[in-house]
């Protein structure tokens, strides 16, 4: 016979499942530079991009280099003066799952 866990147990396998899932998000704002910009730049000008790491930001610019740890210039072609500038990092709350449905899980499963 499988031993139930105990509410106290089951509410920290909660909180364990949500910290596992949960996220923290970068958002990076695009800002062109100059009065007459490229069309590519023009185009990702004001463009907010939310990456979960710095990383990220190389997948979708091959050529960028960080400046300082809040800016980033993409280089997108020669003589590229545009950045970027994180303008936020967040966590995430992971998906809402109520207790009682999770409590019902771990009580079905006998966790």
Same mark, same amino acid.
């Given at each position: 016979?499988? *031993? #139930? %866990? #105990?509410?106290?147990? @089951?509410?920290?396998?909660? $909180? %364990?499942?949500? @910290? ?7 958002? /990076?704002?695009?800002? %062109? ?9 023009? #185009?990702?000008?004001?463009?907010? &991009?939310?990456? =979960?790491?710095?990383?990220? $930001?190389?997948?979708? &610019?091959?050529?960028?280099? &960080?400046?300082? %740890?809040?800016?980033? *210039?993409?280089? $997108?072609?020669?003589?590229? &003066?545009?950045?970027?500038? *994180?303008? #936020? ?5 992971? !998906?809402?799952? !109520?207790?009682? =449905?999770? /409590? ?8």
């Amino acid at each position: 016979m499988q *031993k #139930s %866990a #105990s509410p106290f147990e @089951a509410f920290e396998a909660f $909180l %364990a499942f949500r @910290a596992f899932i949960a996220q923290r998000l970068q958002s /990076w704002v695009f800002m %062109a530079v100059g009065d007459n910009p490229c069309e590519e730049c023009d #185009s990702y000008d004001g463009e907010v &991009f939310e990456v =979960e790491s710095e990383d990220e $930001l190389f997948d979708m &610019f091959e050529y960028g280099e &960080f400046v300082d %740890a809040d800016t980033f *210039k993409p280089n $997108l072609h020669p003589n590229c &003066f545009c950045f970027m500038k *994180k303008i #936020s990092e967040v966590e995430v709350a992971p !998906p809402d799952v !109520p207790f009682a =449905e999770f /409590w019902q899980n771990i009580v079905e499963k006998g966790v």
